[in-house]
DNA sequence: TGTGACGTGAGTAACGTTTTCCACTATGTT
DNA sequence: AACATAGTGGAAAACGTTACTCACGTCACA
């Protein structure tokens, strides 16, 4: 016998003197063994240390396998996300493999196609950018589940966060503390179905509403960059340069004002004495200490739990219509606004 | 015909006219193609979109996988390896997934498992905590590289940082700004084996050497708790009500590090003015302006390079005796650290 | 004019599962 | 006594690739 050749199924078979059928029905627990034939067979499982191939099972049928696509690892709120697909998904025989794609639409594509290439049983793509054809080509071939990027499609399920509401909690709450002059850190995006889709474009529609309903409309003003720190570093930069500086600023995401921290820091001033400033997401960032962030807790965990619940759903039955799932998005109200002086 | 089968090497064979041999060979740019038959059937794939199913592929050859495993995702100090793995990996047909183990043994042998299950072409085992025992099999299995965990095996590579001498960097800059009384936060540790290769056990023995070097044994003063921010917080807490309190408190993560500023600021403390406070990796935390920390620099996206570097090394050639890489740290001085007053 | 050697292509047997039958027995049911 | 029914278990055909082997020319060289 070779060095290590990897125990199969008909070893088992063989060693507990069943077919290979037999121990097929046992591994996935499949009607038509008997309580006699599943002890025999799982002693012998045991016994050899047997693991099916996933390659092997994937040419027939599951490979247990899910997939997640994340836009990037730096970001924490995708692992708050993470934590609830991995609770939920840890009783379960599924197993979940990452890849993330650098924000960027080919990497997108080469990750889906890379998923379906192999065979994976379920998708979770998180906040992806891709065009819309390409999603509905994804979720006609695999059962996938989008999450954070609103619409509704046909083919496949979404969990979202309110964002237009969430950014409105974020005005509502300076507007109390008495700012006017408002100013907001978008993700640019020009593509039409994006600007209906995207959270960081919601957001940016929520601001201009929320600042609108409270007759601040000509106190809108808005910095286009990206949402990295980078980006936020930037938008502080040009708010700062105003010639009427804002006295709160709302970026669209934690780790946008870390940006903005950053660049006050830089100009020597601070938040919230010089500047109120606010993100989304209530990340780890937000709530460490010397920070301090007030932000929007958009419940990533339960994003995470809410996705997979459908995953599965859908995995067991593939032609139910599709569900939109949104979830209420809070304010955290820590330090770094306060009242205007 | 089905909605829509996907596309086969069968498909791709017939309509080209050739053999399912000949559409392999150029899929795999293998020897034995002429380069009429490579236009043709490339012409031929193009144009019926074919990708290849990895599970197929899986059961007689290679499944251009290569799966890397996280201890956990908030780290940021991963997300460097990381970059330097997939850069690396860009211009190649490899395809990374990745799986997060939430720091536990168990957890640990679940994702190795279901990496050698799924047939992967090479695994990349970032700072594993498993048995030497279970890393020798996993590595007997798969080609195997082991990054951020010291140990010479027969069967895996490994890439580590330096770890002794860059707590040694930390001690000499902190003595150097006049302190004595310099205290650590290190990740428990009682396994002996790991005690002789895991990063934080050495800083730790990094740590006291140093401090023995200098003439301080007798300052010599460890929290033990764990590698993250829970821990250095828990650790910093201690360190605060020691008797005689630390001048200086020498993180053994940039993580552990935000766990420290975090109860300084709870304790109305601040660094560097009352205590000087430095972390290890040089992460994003520690570049952030308001935080500024003085911390070392182990190079993650090095390690993440020089470890598919020597993966795709071992692919090609699995008898090849192993390697161990090991990097020189740097100090990063930023604001965290300052002279004694 | 053999005779290797080489280049080119195809046929076919794996690879390790799952799935779709089918056969057989025991147990009721008319 | 004949007949449906449910419960068990197995044989064999997929699934889509790759590796191995062989056949057929062509060419160079003795």
């Known amino acids: 016998m070779h060095p290590s050749r990897r125990i199969t199924i008909?070893?088992?078979?063989?060693?507990?003197?069943?077919?290979?059928?037999?121990?097929?029905?046992v591994m996935r627990n499949a009607y038509g063994a008997s309580p006699e034939m599943q002890t025999k067979v799982r002693a012998a499982i045991e016994e050899l240390g047997y693991r099916p191939s996933a390659a092997a099972r994937g040419l027939r049928g599951q490979t247990y396998t899910i997939g997640v696509m994340l836009p990037e690892m730096r970001n924490p709120f995708f692992a708050d996300i993470l934590d609830g697909v991995t609770e939920h998904l840890g009783g379960t025989d599924y197993q979940v493999l990452m890849a993330a794609c650098c924000n960027d639409e080919k990497g997108e594509v080469r990750i889906t196609e890379a998923m379906m290439d192999r065979s994976m049983d379920g998708i979770i793509l998180i906040a992806p950018i891709s065009s819309r054809r390409h999603l509905q080509k994804?979720?006609?071939?695999?059962?996938?589940?989008?999450?954070?990027?609103h619409g509704h499609s046909p083919d496949y399920d979404t969990v979202t966060d309110d964002d237009f509401a969430g950014a409105g909690l974020v005005v509502d709450h300076l507007v109390g503390l008495g700012h006017r002059r408002i100013a907001h850190i978008e993700h640019a995006e020009k593509d039409p179905v994006r600007l209906k889709e995207m959270p960081n474009a919601l957001r940016a529609d929520g601001y201009r509403y929320a600042m609108q309903?409270?007759?601040?409309?000509?106190?809108?003003?808005?910095?286009?960059?990206?949402?990295?720190?980078?980006?936020?570093?930037?938008?502080?930069?040009?708010?700062l340069a105003r010639a009427q500086r804002p006295t709160a600023i709302f970026a669209g995401a934690d780790i946008v004002a870390m940006g903005v921290l950053d660049a006050l820091t830089e100009a020597g001033l601070s938040a919230p004495e010089d500047i109120s400033v606010a993100g989304y997401d209530d990340t780890m960032f937000a709530a460490f200490g010397p920070i301090s962030l007030t932000t929007v807790d958009q419940a990533g965990h339960q994003m995470g739990v809410n996705a997979v619940r459908l995953l599965l759903d859908r995995i067991g039955s593939r032609g139910r219509p599709t569900a939109q799932i949104k979830l209420s998005p809070t304010l955290i109200t820590r330090r770094t606004t306060a009242p205007i002086r």
Do not use: E, F, N
Request: overall charge positive.
């Open 10 to 25: 008909v070893d088992v078979a063989r060693h507990a003197g069943v077919s290979t059928t037999a121990v097929s029905k």
């Open 138 to 149: 994804v979720a006609r071939a695999v059962p996938t589940v989008v999450v954070g990027r």
């Open 213 to 239: 309903s409270h007759g601040l409309g000509d106190y809108i003003d808005i910095a286009s960059t990206t949402y990295t720190q980078q980006g936020g570093y930037l938008g502080a930069q040009q708010l």
